[in-house]
T-cell receptor, first 115, second 113 residues
């Protein structure tokens, strides 16, 4: 079956522009997570969705970052007025439900480069 | 807040040999999960092994095994009979009861012929 997919695979943008990153979770997975991986670093939690609601937005680094999820499926992470420090790989994961006992399956990520 | 520490930025091992990656964590929770993920150059995060904190028995998956020391908050990964395909970045991760991950900085494993 299909895994988690993300698009685009790579995105190069100029400083100050807005970008949208897309995540398609595994069908039937109600929980969806966004992470950021900066060069040489581990994953940093950004936001978590259960259905279309985001009970935990604590990881969003600034108000330039926002995310939404529609239909309990596709999610979009938007970064406004991008800065060079936003350059990173953005990973999405989904699981059957919230909680530690549900394995999270990761997508291949979107590599964002801000020039 | 939880923290995860991987003190080895890079480890090199010859094919067929054994390598052990260290991981320590800090938490006040009693019920949690620990994971090792592998990330090859393709960027795909692949689950290697999982340990539930309430289980004392160390988890094993084929050539991969862990040494879980709950009191010491230590969770090391042993890769036996290393293969070239094991070359990747390995991340130790702590998962709390809400499903929120905290990852270590990673250890780059290089398997040489």
């Amino acid at each position: 079956g299909a895994g988690v997919s993300q698009s685009p695979s790579n995105k190069v943008t100029e400083k100050g522009k807005d970008v949208e990153l897309r995540c398609d979770p595994i069908s039937g997975h109600t929980a969806l997570y966004w992470y950021r991986q900066s060069l040489g670093q581990g994953l940093e939690f950004l936001i978590y969705f259960q259905g279309n609601s985001a009970p935990d937005k604590s990881g969003l680094p600034s108000d330039r970052f926002s995310a939404e999820r529609t239909g309990g499926s596709v999610s979009t992470l938007t970064i406004q007025r991008t800065q060079q420090e936003d350059s990173a790989v953005y990973l999405c994961a989904s699981s059957l439900g919230p909680g530690a006992y549900n394995e999270q399956f990761f997508g291949p990520g979107t590599r964002l480069t801000v020039l | 807040a939880q923290t995860v520490t991987q003190s080895q930025p890079e480890m090199s091992v010859q094919e067929a040999e054994t390598v052990t990656l260290s991981c320590t964590y800090d938490t006040s929770e009693n019920n949690y999960y620990l994971f090792w993920y592998k990330q090859p150059p393709s960027r795909q995060m692949i689950l290697v092994i999982r340990q539930e904190a309430y289980k004392q028995q160390n988890a094993t998956e084929n050539r991969f095994s862990v040494n879980f020391q709950k009191a010491a908050k230590s969770f090391s990964l042993k890769i036996s009979d290393s293969q070239l395909g094991d070359t990747a970045m390995y991340f130790c991760a702590f998962l709390d009861s809400w499903g929120k991950f905290q990852f270590g900085a990673g250890t780059q494993v290089v398997v040489t012929p």
